[in-house]
């Protein structure tokens, strides 16, 4: 079974009814604007002319509209290939849950504070959530590497060599808070953009149709992504505002050998949130939720018959 292709332009799409027969969801229902394909463990929520999508309320930013062409409508191929094809079937991966060797980044340091607000630094939270999260993957028998174990400074070219010179399997999480406009708020999980997307939020360069060393993870870095992400909507609660998952460009993802993400846990100029952040409790529940991705992650992406026997 194949997908069904049509041209948008130069654009190469799919229409969702092979997307329903392909992945074999039960239904497909179109509100209006509004599409849901259902199974019986996944809902896949899109709408025409939106380049949001969610799969089982974790939201993604996909690269292109959602089109009609002609009676169909249709999701442009790299975004189902690149975004929600991995998502869909994890365990295609090869080789994604080899991995026992956690790699965590606290952005910043030193003379990099990152944000900065009345109530602390963005360094200084960056490296306490890192360190919580060594401390309880530690005890789930995982190696963890940091990049930074203290309040010093790393280029992102030092970060990238530190991961890179991990030989054995491994998984890059840099772990960041946010700043911006006043309004701004919420989480939000970036992976590199495959060749062909822009960094999110610019116009297309040519340089974005050149594969980068980190392109070599692209299904790996979206699971990965989906996993950490659904994870902090889960332990921060439905309260906290879902930005969603995005591709870009940044430094410390292009050049990294293993699977990478970079989280944004908040805005720390926002009002509200600065507050949160400076609160124990929610940087506790960030590093949890961290840590509780990485082993769904990894069961994810590993062949049941691949899986060890849980013995009681």
């Known amino acids: 079974m194949t997908w069904q292709e049509v041209r948008v332009g130069d654009k190469s799409y799919i229409t969702l009814n092979s997307v329903k027969k392909f ?98 630094t963005e360094k200084n939270y960056n490296l306490y959530v890192a360190q919580l999260v060594e401390k309880y993957l530690t005890a789930k028998g995982y190696r963890v590497i940091m990049t930074r174990k203290s309040d010093v400074y790393l280029s992102l070219d030092e970060r990238v060599n530190i991961a890179n010179a991990v030989k054995d399997p491994a998984i890059f999480i840099s772990i960041h808070f946010n700043a911006g406009g006043r309004a701004a708020r919420g989480i939000e999980t970036f992976t590199l953009s495959p060749a062909g997307v822009a960094h999110y939020g610019r116009s297309a360069r040519d340089s974005d149709d050149v594969s980068l060393q980190g392109n070599s993870n692209d299904s790996a870095n979206v699971a990965l992504a989906t996993a950490v992400h659904g994870q902090l909507r889960v332990k921060l609660g439905t309260n906290t505002r879902d930005r969603g998952i995005k591709r870009a460009r940044y430094s410390v993802l292009t050049g990294v050998n293993h699977p990478a993400i970079l989280l944004e846990g908040g805005f720390m100029s926002h009002a509200y949130e600065a507050q949160l952040i400076h609160n124990s409790k929610y940087l506790d529940a960030v590093a949890r939720g961290i840590t509780d991705a990485v082993l769904l992650y990894k069961n994810a992406v590993t062949p049941p018959s691949q899986r060890a026997i849980r013995r009681p």
């Open 23 to 120: 992945y074999q969801f039960a239904t497909i229902t179109r509100d209006g604007k509004n599409i849901s394909l259902d199974q019986s463990k996944i809902k896949f929520q899109l709408k025409v002319g939106d380049q949001e999508c969610s799969l089982n309320g974790v939201k993604f930013i996909c690269s292109d509209p959602i089109v009609e062409k002609g009676t169909d409508v249709c999701i442009s191929r790299l975004d189902l290939q690149k975004l929600i094809d991995p998502v869909l079937r994890p365990t295609y991966i090869t080789g994604a849950g080899k991995f026992r060797t956690v790699i965590l980044d606290p952005g910043h340091g030193g003379k990099d504070s990152g944000a900065v607000n009345a109530y602390g």
